[in-house]
């Protein structure tokens, strides 16, 4: 049944039904409403830097992702002037090599993945109908530490001391030896604080999207948007993690000079190409499929029908999301892999077009059969729809071997990735700008200032990017800063030139519309579009008045007195129950009413503890080693204090949210919000763990006989053994600490439990280590001592951790915050602490069995 | 996490969790075997890489067959709900069956494994 005829039975079984009462009556307590505006109001002044709710660390982001755009895009006008003509002078070729490396590094990690991301702060707790995300001062962390840091960052190139080794930083060129000056290094290390804040992102988006949905919202219900931001939180918690490790070894090396990708010391360059592409690949479908997600938002509302095919959609998000996962070493055919990898690597390249193309001919039946507003949004989706298909194709040539071959490193590549990821995520993003800019202040921007910015920026982009095909083809290389005249590539880069100064112009045409008519309101009434779903009801600062009960996919349309319903306070928790910011938790599949979830309020400690983030990383690089500590000081206690105050326990008794329903305010365990954020960053860990064995393993394939190589030798059996019965002693430490916290045994023996598991834990990682230092092994000599040494590295990273953990946990023992029914704290430590365990003993098998079973 | 989160979350994705095990599993044997020098080999006159390759599809096919199969049988509790994961469980399934046929391909066509 198509969705169409679902919504018209769903309206005829709505007229002929009785429906059972709302979930509140009217009227409603005097003073109700006024107390929660209160509670959830947003700081005035300069004291709005310490806000954390969605709408205003939303709108800061997208804000300064903007900015970033604007840069990133000034250096690429700076580029095209350089190469409007033959033997140009007007760059040298140190500044143009700079100036490349951070438009890519910053539109790719500073504007496009935040972008996304910021779109969701700003859009999901209201489409989900949440307060806000469950996490609100982790949102607020992620946005300091990137804007303070990304801003630092981008002011290296004033000081001359920008990277210079292109957006992928591939090594030999960025290893010491031919790039000994600091620039490699604030990328690499610039880039750690983006990497964390694009995780913390993710793992807010994934928890707020599976738990923080309004009651009734089942998998079947949520919006399109929801499920892509959900697909693409798993697509960056494991695709994070591979350059997370990347950046760290290539650090490292230049550092330490532990030989990881250094070939004469049994490294290998190609597996930094490995560990960056594991990540790169994914990233084009994190920026891509955010935008799909927008465009199959806006396209039912602009065309005023259901989205045809939401099932195949969200089949095809899952498929994009997955499959996507299987590409990276297609940027990599020229490297000498083996033919059937690269045949692999092209059949699925192949594979994952199918999915993208349900998705696109999903969007054009939509079109088809609806009536089509031609406002401006519309105009964006039809120059996406239009540039996305031709970007798509050259990549169905590009994923085809001896194409590749021919085309590899050549201007063809620069116009398909221009073509996929302006036409793919810029266009949607500028549609969705002019869609849900109502939204912040109550009217639309300008229709004619928004038509004329999309022709300009249409017409720009294609007479850019079009000609770049052919200079491609006939050979023009990337990344040079010149050429020669007469080779036929003139006139096409001059035009190239002029399209992109029209570009250009059509994003400055969407800037002075934004500062001509968008205006920050309170409270918001305006469905402009008749768009169907939640974000559109009335909202202020606490989101909506009442939280909705959702019956429907298109619950505005479905159910047209849903806006009036909601705002007069007739749904679930129509104030604030406990005197604080409260949403409800529900349960992932279905969405029934868990427990109601009290948030933390704004706070100075998020933008604190951001900019001792950012200044950590950018400290380190600039070699300010004390200064460095402090500022990962600073950041650590601002952190500890934020979560001191949180982990309350169950402060209140349960709440009537409506519906006859009395809900806890806390929870632990499985059901806890917290175990599931837990839960996440694990796989995030977990799958910088599985990028470390996969250096190491594919180091012994690189290795010409013997593992370990000649010279290096393998620590008796026995230090394994006796590891890996430390580990799981400490494991039965954590286990009975459990037991005890459970039981409500005194403090003291749960700190016995606790210690003994440290110390158990210490003592296994210094077994380990001291097993290979007595065979002499040496990091720098060789790569397999880099990598075994990088293993245990990583583990003593963790005994940290857990030890830092361990005693906080205790450290609310002994105050009285830790108890049998107050315990997420300790279940938090529990779960880390027992990964940890895992770790090692994967680790242990690694590096003791594999070599023992492959001689 | 809950059983049932776990239990949805595997059933929707079960069919491209099957091709990844494919795909992964291929791409690491003929990658060692080219590397350390096995891929020579033959059994029973097949080659190593392609015989491995041709394990690997059908058991992921296997795997996906019987997916879809579970897809399309039984009476959910929540018809909405039910309804969405059987029909998103059997266009998902679809999905990886091509890209688990897609994948076998290379085994069966490329000549000259290592070159």
């Given at each position: 049944m198509s969705s169409a005829e679902e919504l018209a039975r769903a309206m005829a079984a709505a007229a002929a039904y009785v429906e059972p009462p709302l979930p509140n009556p009217l009227p409603r307590p005097e003073g109700e409403l006024e107390a929660l505006g209160r509670v959830w109001q947003t700081p005035r002044g300069w004291r709005i830097f310490s806000a954390v709710n969605n709408t205003t660390i939303g709108l800061f982001y997208i804000g300064t992702a903007l900015l970033f755009l604007v840069l990133a895009g000034v250096l690429a006008l700076l580029m095209r002037t350089q190469l409007a003509v033959p033997d140009n002078d007007f760059l040298g070729n140190r500044a143009y090599n700079q100036i490349f490396t951070m438009h890519g590094t910053v539109m790719m990690f500073l504007f496009a993945v935040p972008v996304v991301e910021a779109v969701a702060v700003f859009l999901l707790p209201n489409m989900l109908g949440a307060r806000d995300l469950p996490f609100p001062r982790l949102s607020a962390y992620a946005y300091w530490a990137y804007a303070i840091g990304g801003l630092a960052f981008f002011c290296t190139l004033f000081f001359g001391v920008a990277p210079d080794g292109g957006w992928f930083m591939y090594p030999p060129l960025t290893s010491y030896t031919y790039a000994p000056d600091s620039g490699a290094d604030w990328w690499l290390l610039g880039i750690g604080f983006i990497e964390i804040s694009a995780i913390a992102g993710a793992i807010e988006l994934v928890v707020g999207i599976l738990r923080t949905r309004a009651p009734g919202m089942s998998l079947a219900k949520m919006p399109v948007f929801a499920w892509a931001m959900l697909v693409v939180g798993a697509m960056i918690v494991f695709g994070f993690p591979p350059i997370i490790l990347g950046t760290l070894l290539l650090e490292i090396e230049r550092e330490f000079h532990w030989p990881f990708f250094i070939a004469e010391k049994g490294g290998d360059p190609v597996l930094w190409q490995h560990l960056f592409w594991l990540f790169g690949h994914p990233e084009v479908y994190i920026i891509f499929l955010p935008a799909a997600g927008m465009v199959s938002m806006i396209v039912p509302a602009m065309a005023r029908v259901p989205l045809a095919g939401y099932r195949y959609i969200v089949a095809a998000l899952l498929a994009v999301g997955v499959l996507s996962m299987g590409l990276w070493a297609h940027h990599m055919y020229a490297t000498g892999m083996p033919h059937l990898s690269t045949a692999l690597f092209s059949a699925a390249s192949m594979a994952v077009t199918i999915p993208t193309g349900i998705q696109l001919f999903s969007w054009i039946a939509t079109l088809w059969r609806g009536e089509v507003r031609m406002a401006s949004p519309s105009w964006f989706l039809l120059a996406f729809l239009a540039t996305f298909v031709i970007g798509g194709l050259t990549g169905v040539m590009l994923a085809v071997v001896p194409f590749d071959w021919q085309a590899h490193d050549t201007y063809f590549v620069v116009a398909h990735l221009h073509y996929v990821l302006i036409g793919g995520m810029v266009f949607p993003l500028f549609a969705a700008l002019y869609y849900w800019a109502p939204l912040v202040g109550g009217t639309p921007l300008s229709e004619r200032m928004g038509k004329w910015a999309c022709a300009l920026m249409c017409t720009g982009f294609h007479v850019t990017f079009f000609p770049m095909h052919i200079t491609g083809m006939l050979g023009m290389p990337r990344r040079v800063y010149t050429y020669s005249a007469g080779l036929g590539w003139d006139g096409l880069n001059l035009v190239s030139t002029l399209g992109a100064f029209v570009l250009a112009a059509g994003v400055l045409v969407v800037l002075v519309d934004i500062a001509l008519h968008l205006r920050v309101a309170g409270k918001v009434r305006a469905n402009v579009w008749d768009s169907p779903t939640l974000e559109w009801l009335p909202a202020d600062d606490y989101g909506f008045r009442s939280i909705p009960r959702v019956d429907h996919r298109d619950p505005l349309w479905a159910r047209p007195s849903l806006a009036d319903e909601v705002d007069s306070g007739q749904h679930y928790l129509p104030g604030t129950a406990t005197g604080g910011r409260e949403t409800i938790v529900t349960s992932a599949?279905?969405?029934?009413p868990q427990y109601v979830l009290i948030l933390t309020g704004d706070s100075w400690l998020p933008i604190i503890a951001g900019a001792g983030t950012a200044a950590f990383f950018l400290l380190l690089t600039a070699k300010l080693h004390a200064l460095a500590v402090l500022g990962a000081l600073v950041a650590l206690g601002a952190i500890f204090r934020w979560l001191w105050a949180t982990d309350r326990g169950a402060t209140h008794a349960p709440v009537d949210i409506g519906d006859g329903l009395a809900l806890p305010v806390y929870a632990s365990g499985p059901q806890s919000h917290s175990w599931w954020a837990m839960v996440v960053l694990m796989l995030v860990d977990g799958t910088v763990c599985a990028s470390l064995l996969f250096s190491y393993f594919y180091l012994w394939t690189v290795t010409p006989g013997a593992w370990p190589p000649a010279g290096h030798a393998l620590p008796a059996l026995s230090s394994a053994a006796a590891a890996a019965s430390l580990w799981l002693a400490s494991s039965a430490a954590v286990s009975w600490a459990n037991h005890l916290l459970g039981r409500r045994a005194s403090k003291g023996a749960l700190a016995l439990a606790v210690c003994v598991g440290l110390a158990c834990a210490v003592a296994a990682l210094c077994v380990q280590w001291q097993g290979h230092a007595q065979t002499g092994l040496d990091p720098t000599v060789h790569a397999y001592g880099a990598a075994v040494y990088a293993t245990l590295a990583y583990q003593a990273l963790h005994v940290v951790v857990i030890t830092i953990m361990g005693a906080y946990t205790l450290a609310r023992a002994f105050c009285g915050l830790l108890a049998a029914d107050r315990r997420v704290t300790f279940d938090n430590t529990r779960l880390l602490w027992q990964y940890t365990i895992g770790q090692g003993i994967a680790i242990i098998a690694a590096v003791h069995v594999l070599p023992r079973l492959a001689g | 996490m809950t059983d049932s989160f776990v239990r949805t979350a595997l059933a929707l994705t079960g069919a491209l969790l099957a091709w990844a095990a494919d795909f992964v599993f291929v791409y690491a044997f003929a990658a060692i075997a080219c590397e350390r020098g096995y891929a020579a080999k033959t059994v029973a006159g097949v080659g190593i890489v392609p015989l491995a390759s041709l394990v690997a599809t059908f058991a992921a096919a296997g795997v996906t067959i019987r997916l879809l199969r579970a897809a399309t049988r039984g009476h959910p509790a929540n018809e909405s709900l039910g309804v969405f994961a059987s029909r998103t469980k059997v266009a998902v399934g679809a999905l990886a069956m091509i890209a688990i046929v897609l994948t076998a391909l290379p085994a069966l066509l490329v000549r000259g494994v290592c070159a």
């Amino acid at each position: 049944m198509s969705s169409a005829e679902e919504l018209a039975r769903a309206m005829a079984a709505a007229a002929a039904y009785v429906e059972p009462p709302l979930p509140n009556p009217l009227p409603r307590p005097e003073g109700e409403l006024e107390a929660l505006g209160r509670v959830w109001q947003t700081p005035r002044g300069w004291r709005i830097f310490s806000a954390v709710n969605n709408t205003t660390i939303g709108l800061f982001y997208i804000g300064t992702a903007l900015l970033f755009l604007v840069l990133a895009g000034v250096l690429a006008l700076l580029m095209r002037t350089q190469l409007a003509v033959p033997d140009n002078d007007f760059l040298g070729n140190r500044a143009y090599n700079q100036i490349f490396t951070m438009h890519g590094t910053v539109m790719m990690f500073l504007f496009a993945v935040p972008v996304v991301e910021a779109v969701a702060v700003f859009l999901l707790p209201n489409m989900l109908g949440a307060r806000d995300l469950p996490f609100p001062r982790l949102s607020a962390y992620a946005y300091w530490a990137y804007a303070i840091g990304g801003l630092a960052f981008f002011c290296t190139l004033f000081f001359g001391v920008a990277p210079d080794g292109g957006w992928f930083m591939y090594p030999p060129l960025t290893s010491y030896t031919y790039a000994p000056d600091s620039g490699a290094d604030w990328w690499l290390l610039g880039i750690g604080f983006i990497e964390i804040s694009a995780i913390a992102g993710a793992i807010e988006l994934v928890v707020g999207i599976l738990r923080t949905r309004a009651p009734g919202m089942s998998l079947a219900k949520m919006p399109v948007f929801a499920w892509a931001m959900l697909v693409v939180g798993a697509m960056i918690v494991f695709g994070f993690p591979p350059i997370i490790l990347g950046t760290l070894l290539l650090e490292i090396e230049r550092e330490f000079h532990w030989p990881f990708f250094i070939a004469e010391k049994g490294g290998d360059p190609v597996l930094w190409q490995h560990l960056f592409w594991l990540f790169g690949h994914p990233e084009v479908y994190i920026i891509f499929l955010p935008a799909a997600g927008m465009v199959s938002m806006i396209v039912p509302a602009m065309a005023r029908v259901p989205l045809a095919g939401y099932r195949y959609i969200v089949a095809a998000l899952l498929a994009v999301g997955v499959l996507s996962m299987g590409l990276w070493a297609h940027h990599m055919y020229a490297t000498g892999m083996p033919h059937l990898s690269t045949a692999l690597f092209s059949a699925a390249s192949m594979a994952v077009t199918i999915p993208t193309g349900i998705q696109l001919f999903s969007w054009i039946a939509t079109l088809w059969r609806g009536e089509v507003r031609m406002a401006s949004p519309s105009w964006f989706l039809l120059a996406f729809l239009a540039t996305f298909v031709i970007g798509g194709l050259t990549g169905v040539m590009l994923a085809v071997v001896p194409f590749d071959w021919q085309a590899h490193d050549t201007y063809f590549v620069v116009a398909h990735l221009h073509y996929v990821l302006i036409g793919g995520m810029v266009f949607p993003l500028f549609a969705a700008l002019y869609y849900w800019a109502p939204l912040v202040g109550g009217t639309p921007l300008s229709e004619r200032m928004g038509k004329w910015a999309c022709a300009l920026m249409c017409t720009g982009f294609h007479v850019t990017f079009f000609p770049m095909h052919i200079t491609g083809m006939l050979g023009m290389p990337r990344r040079v800063y010149t050429y020669s005249a007469g080779l036929g590539w003139d006139g096409l880069n001059l035009v190239s030139t002029l399209g992109a100064f029209v570009l250009a112009a059509g994003v400055l045409v969407v800037l002075v519309d934004i500062a001509l008519h968008l205006r920050v309101a309170g409270k918001v009434r305006a469905n402009v579009w008749d768009s169907p779903t939640l974000e559109w009801l009335p909202a202020d600062d606490y989101g909506f008045r009442s939280i909705p009960r959702v019956d429907h996919r298109d619950p505005l349309w479905a159910r047209p007195s849903l806006a009036d319903e909601v705002d007069s306070g007739q749904h679930y928790l129509p104030g604030t129950a406990t005197g604080g910011r409260e949403t409800i938790v529900t349960s992932a599949v279905e969405g029934r009413p868990q427990y109601v979830l009290i948030l933390t309020g704004d706070s100075w400690l998020p933008i604190i503890a951001g900019a001792g983030t950012a200044a950590f990383f950018l400290l380190l690089t600039a070699k300010l080693h004390a200064l460095a500590v402090l500022g990962a000081l600073v950041a650590l206690g601002a952190i500890f204090r934020w979560l001191w105050a949180t982990d309350r326990g169950a402060t209140h008794a349960p709440v009537d949210i409506g519906d006859g329903l009395a809900l806890p305010v806390y929870a632990s365990g499985p059901q806890s919000h917290s175990w599931w954020a837990m839960v996440v960053l694990m796989l995030v860990d977990g799958t910088v763990c599985a990028s470390l064995l996969f250096s190491y393993f594919y180091l012994w394939t690189v290795t010409p006989g013997a593992w370990p190589p000649a010279g290096h030798a393998l620590p008796a059996l026995s230090s394994a053994a006796a590891a890996a019965s430390l580990w799981l002693a400490s494991s039965a430490a954590v286990s009975w600490a459990n037991h005890l916290l459970g039981r409500r045994a005194s403090k003291g023996a749960l700190a016995l439990a606790v210690c003994v598991g440290l110390a158990c834990a210490v003592a296994a990682l210094c077994v380990q280590w001291q097993g290979h230092a007595q065979t002499g092994l040496d990091p720098t000599v060789h790569a397999y001592g880099a990598a075994v040494y990088a293993t245990l590295a990583y583990q003593a990273l963790h005994v940290v951790v857990i030890t830092i953990m361990g005693a906080y946990t205790l450290a609310r023992a002994f105050c009285g915050l830790l108890a049998a029914d107050r315990r997420v704290t300790f279940d938090n430590t529990r779960l880390l602490w027992q990964y940890t365990i895992g770790q090692g003993i994967a680790i242990i098998a690694a590096v003791h069995v594999l070599p023992r079973l492959a001689g | 996490m809950t059983d049932s989160f776990v239990r949805t979350a595997l059933a929707l994705t079960g069919a491209l969790l099957a091709w990844a095990a494919d795909f992964v599993f291929v791409y690491a044997f003929a990658a060692i075997a080219c590397e350390r020098g096995y891929a020579a080999k033959t059994v029973a006159g097949v080659g190593i890489v392609p015989l491995a390759s041709l394990v690997a599809t059908f058991a992921a096919a296997g795997v996906t067959i019987r997916l879809l199969r579970a897809a399309t049988r039984g009476h959910p509790a929540n018809e909405s709900l039910g309804v969405f994961a059987s029909r998103t469980k059997v266009a998902v399934g679809a999905l990886a069956m091509i890209a688990i046929v897609l994948t076998a391909l290379p085994a069966l066509l490329v000549r000259g494994v290592c070159a």
